[in-house]
T-cell receptor, first 109, second 115 residues
């Protein structure tokens, strides 16, 4: 059965800390992995990863995929309170996306 | 990124009535749209997938007669919750993509409260 597992489930850090969020997957015919950030409303797209070892970066956020070990990490450096959110990873599979349960990040001032 | 607009953002309705939620892709053609339901502090639960001009594919356990999905054009899909009951109260989110294996973009979500 296809599955996407995220860890940790929740995380509390202080502003300025660096965090690493994990997403492991077992999905047949894997082609890509997506990261989303969900605050109070609907998820917003962060990254799409298709190739192993190539880091994608946007400001303080970066992400990388390891297709051999079947996981991806999302790094956030110098965290701010505005980074508090649920971070979701998803893997497209045929006609739908398989979502992980999410990591709930809380950044304290 | 592409824009998906969902309307209304919030709706309160009486038990037994029907509610329609619209999802529009504003700057791309959405060949596939997805409808999700999300309970507090839980992940997204896929309800159904719709392709333009075809019948929606419902996930197991989702009542197709209760949650009517129409995807009549490449930019619009609607979800109608028929004969709503308080247990249907939830956050409903749509997303859309233009091609397979691309990112999907999400609407703002609709918080439905049935009283």
């Amino acid at each position: 059965e296809d599955k996407v597992v995220q860890s940790p489930l929740s995380l509390v850090v202080h502003e300025g800390d660096t965090v690493t969020l994990n997403c492991s997957y077992e999905v047949t015919n894997f082609r890509s992995l997506l990261w989303y950030k969900q605050e109070k409303k609907a998820p917003t797209f962060l990254f799409m990863l298709t190739s192993s070892g190539i880091e994608k970066k946007s400001g303080r956020l970066s992400s990388i995929l390891d297709k051999k070990e079947l996981f991806s990490i999302l790094n956030i450096t110098a965290t701010q309170t505005g980074d508090s959110a649920v971070y979701l990873c998803a893997v497209p599979r045929t006609y739908k996306y398989i979502f992980g349960t999410g990591t709930r990040l809380k950044v304290l001032a | 990124g592409a824009v998906v607009s969902q309307h209304p953002s919030r709706v309160i309705c009486k038990s037994g009535t029907s509610v329609k939620i619209e999802c529009r892709s504003l700057d791309f053609q959405a060949t596939t749209m997805f409808w999700y339901r999300q309970f507090p502090k839980q992940s997204l639960m896929l309800m159904a997938t719709s392709n333009e001009g075809s019948k929606a594919t419902y996930e197991q356990g989702v009542e197709k007669d209760k949650f009517l999905i129409n995807h009549a054009s490449l930019t619009l899909s609607t979800l109608t919750v028929t004969s709503a009951h308080p247990e249907d109260s939830s956050f409903y989110i749509c997303s859309a993509r233009d091609q397979e294996n691309t990112e999907a973009f999400f609407g703002q979500g609709t918080r439905l409260t049935v009283v």
